[in-house]
């Protein structure tokens, strides 16, 4: 299949995104320069496949800059210098102050569309890219009244060339978005992971999945996510204005259990999280698609969770998603099978008939 | 291999604990008994083999009561009158109550040890228990001055023969530990999570990992819980007022982003929040393990998984964790498997020469 994109695409910055944005391209024979301002990343992409080196003959038809967001709009309004006739793009998390800085210095802004993919890992730099990153993921494409319909389109094809759903918001309203869904979360599981930094051994020996969970993206680089944040605290400080006032009363309620009505309020703190909950769009794009899941049990050695697959596979059935977790402690894995409900009932009969240890 | 619990079992409350520990008891031929205040959860727990039905000439040695949190106390009191002779335990989520109303009610509590298995499920209930629930977790034996040894031995040797790993505490230290490092998740999430239930859709469309695992606990039962954070609410409240601390400043900060010194602190946060995920225990037991992450890409149908994992067993290349994800919105699989640094290479290569698109 033949890419969307057909110009030379030249990327300014070789770490997660630009590295990732490269392989996917170089995978489809697209054109791909990258540059960075570490001479010695800029070679490490180059080695990793993520793209060749700029050349003065070059002529670039769309340009990805992809640095960290304090340097994102004056790295912008350059590449509109130095590529007259380029479309310009950047994946910074926050939109509107790169626009702002960008109006600000009466740059050509019908050649620029600001964009935003939604994906990332908890690691970063030029080796953590992956040509996969983007597949299945939102891309905002952040669309002001003077981009230019050609640009816009041209970002919107880099968008679905690596396998992304391009989706199309104002800058503004993506800043909203992302201060609920991304920036919030961070915070308060930064927050909470740093209850934990000074608590004794013995507390933290119980810690089981649900505190994991909460907390697995506290381990996101912070110097990266103070810009983010900061760049952002207009959309975050209402929602996290908003989180304090029920955390207050959560305390207030806490404090004065016995007396009535207290406990109402705590019930509904709980209930409207399940209701928030239960508002997140599923897999495959549907919302709420609830699989049923079924626990088996098996030996901590190599082939045993193929063999179990295999069977599976054998039975023509089709598993939605599968985690593998060892218990703590132990050296048994606990495979969970999430299935469609329709089919459960002769997964788990498949199963018990050859013999493995299912959970109930 | 024979159980080390011997005499009879009975296990009041046939919700998700109750059935659990009857199921796992009864795969070893342990002698169960299950009684539930509702006859029809009853019925249900014997048909599902939890255990059988009391009779008047049984002699009991252990009781387990797996009553809700609120009804806990009662319920060992009487059952310490019940069977005279019986060693009682619980599983309530809070035990310093659970001990203040028994020494309260000048019950025998020389054959009372209260416990607390640090297991569960998002779902609740008879059909939800799991003979596997407790392997590999830790159960807290909360012995206090008063308890005989042999019945803190035979609370202990039941927590064996289900598959955890016992850990003596304190009641006290035991409610102070659970504040941290499960209520106060569990709270935060359910926080987190209402936050969501005004949301826009087309925000809630931009969300990912980082929000589900965040949000993911907030799906559960709301009575439950609202039992379990009112009934310790003495120990959460600290560790709330903490996080609250910490969030205030964040506010502040974040409305002074200009002012030299902002950024700092809310760098620091993120920095703390680091640190105190670094100290969560790792897999098996061990602190700190980390493994290497290898990203394949499958089609999404029956035996695309199970084939991979046959030609990663057929190398003899042991998988630690696996994680099988559908990206939403395109019919692809990504496959993270996670294995000992020593082995990624091995793995890569292996992969790649077998033809699978791995990422980067």
Redesign the interface.
């Known amino acids: 299949m033949s890419p969307r994109t057909t110009g030379q695409v030249h990327i300014i910055g070789a770490g997660l995104l630009g590295t990732s944005i490269g ?1 996917a391209l170089r995978q489809q024979n697209v054109d791909v320069t990258i540059t960075d301002a570490s001479p010695a990343n800029e070679s490490l992409a180059i080695d ?1 496949a993520a793209g060749r080196k700029l050349a003065s003959q070059d002529a670039v038809s769309l340009v990805v800059v992809c640095v960290p967001p304090d340097v994102t709009a004056k790295t912008v309004i350059q590449a509109l210098n130095d590529f007259p006739s380029a479309v310009v793009t950047d994946v910074a998390s926050v939109k509107s102050t790169v626009l702002a800085e960008l109006v600000a210095s009466r740059s050509d802004t019908s050649r620029y569309v600001g964009s935003h993919p ?2 990332g890992r908890e690691k970063g730099g030029t ?1 953590a ?5 983007f ?4 891309w ?1 494409i952040a669309i002001e009244t003077n981009s230019s319909s050609n640009a816009a389109q041209q970002v919107e094809q880099l968008a679905l060339d690596l ?1 992304s ?1 391009p ?1 199309r ?1 104002s800058a503004q ?1 993506h800043d ?3 201060a ?3 920036h ?14 000074s ?10 999945q ?11 680089d ?2 990266l ?2 810009q983010i ?2 760049a952002n ?1 207009g959309q ?2 209402p ?6 006032k ?3 009363q ?2 207030e309620a ?2 004065h ?1 016995g007396t009535s009505g207290s ?1 109402s309020k ?2 509904k ?13 599923g ?3 549907s919302t709420n698609t609830s699989y049923a899941q079924v ?1 088996v ?1 098996i030996d ?15 039975a ?17 894995g ?1 495979v969970e099978l999430s299935v469609l409900p329709a089919i459960e009932e002769k997964l788990v009969s498949t199963l018990r008939a050859n013999g493995w ?1 299912l ?2």
């Open positions: 392989l990793f939604m994906a080796l890219g992956r040509a996969d990153l597949v299945g993921r939102p905002v396998g759903t989706i918001m309203e909203h978005a992302v609920l869904i991304s919030t979360p961070q915070l308060i599981s930064s927050l909470l992971a740093a209850q934990l930094a608590a004794d051994d013995k507390d933290l020996s119980l810690s089981g649900g505190l994991r969970d909460t907390t697995r993206i506290a381990a996101s912070p110097r996510w103070l944040l900061s605290s975050l400080i929602v996290l204005k908003s989180f304090e029920d955390l207050e959560v305390i806490l404090e259990v406990l705590l019930g703190v709980l209930e409207t999280g399940n209701l928030g909950i239960s508002r997140l769009p897999k495959h794009g626990v049990m901590d050695k190599p082939g045993e969770l193929a063999r179990l697959l295999t069977e599976i596979g054998a023509g059935l089709n598993v939605e998603d599968l985690n593998l977790d060892h218990a703590s402690g132990a050296q048994v606990l240890k959970a109930g």
